[in-house]
């Protein structure tokens, strides 16, 4: 007798997990479960990643938590980590989501010249950091005017609370920590009022690693064993956990499983 096989995921097939009034589902129901309920809204979420995880073990995570808010109207303003482009972005989450909804809802914001004709992508590669004090100016005002044009496209007609997704050693090369730090703070303030969810990832040895983690209301430590991707709570604590695929639904589906 052959064996049954598993239906080929198909875009637009994604489930999403419901939220609450208080809070933003990981996409992930044992994720859940050991976050209280969810991510709160108008929190900032830190993932400290260690060198040993590369871009598909994050998206491990990352993706069910995107698609559930993609899922429900809402929308992702991106800072990509340095090894991550924003072609590569769209194309690992368009195997689960429409193109039309990930280019009206999902925005990639940019500070060097890569994939800036498409509509997705915030180019602010021509932002002047140096230079004459009209020039620095000039470019600040030119820079907040395409993020608030990005703002309203991720957040919708009905504005509806978004992911901002920030890698920071972006903003911590470019701006040094003094500058990333303060840009942070603002930025939290803000989400904290709006109720959007700030999701930062932190490699190891950035300059502005502890004003990161000092702010954040969510600590989460990733890194790879011989067995896996592993999680682990450090705000709120929780044991290790594998990331696992789950083995009835497949990817972008995955579930935990204790480490010890």
Request: charged residues 25%.
């Amino acid at each position: 007798m052959p064996k049954p096989t598993r239906a080929k995921p198909t875009v637009e097939s994604w489930t999403p997990l419901p939220d609450t009034a208080e809070r933003f589902s990981s996409g992930v129901a044992e994720f859940d479960r050991l976050l209280g309920g969810g991510f709160r809204r108008g929190s900032h979420v830190l993932f400290e990643v260690d060198d040993t995880v590369g871009p598909a073990d994050r998206s491990l995570l990352f993706t069910p938590l995107l698609l559930n808010f993609l899922y429900q109207s809402r929308g992702v303003l991106a800072v990509l980590p340095s090894r991550e482009t924003p072609h590569g972005f769209r194309t690992d989450l368009t195997r689960w989501v429409s193109r039309r909804r990930f280019d009206t809802r999902v925005r990639v914001v940019v500070y060097v010249d890569e994939d800036a004709e498409v509509p997705y992508v915030v180019d602010l590669s021509k932002m002047k950091v140096t230079g004459t004090p009209a020039q620095t100016k000039k470019g600040g005002r030119d820079a907040m005017a395409k993020m608030v044009t990005a703002e309203k496209a991720v957040q919708g007609v009905r504005a509806k609370p978004f992911i901002e997704l920030i890698a920071f050693e972006i903003a911590d090369m470019l701006f040094g920590a003094d500058t990333a730090t303060r840009m942070f703070f603002h930025g939290i303030k803000r989400a904290r009022i709006v109720g959007n969810l700030v999701v930062g990832v932190l490699r190891p040895g950035l300059a502005c690693a502890d004003s990161v983690r000092g702010m954040a209301d969510v600590v989460l430590g990733l890194h790879r064993s011989d067995l896996g991707v592993v999680v682990r709570g450090i705000r709120p604590v929780f044991p290790e956990h594998l990331v696992v695929v789950d083995g009835r639904l497949g990817l972008p589906h995955v579930t935990f499983l204790p480490a010890t």
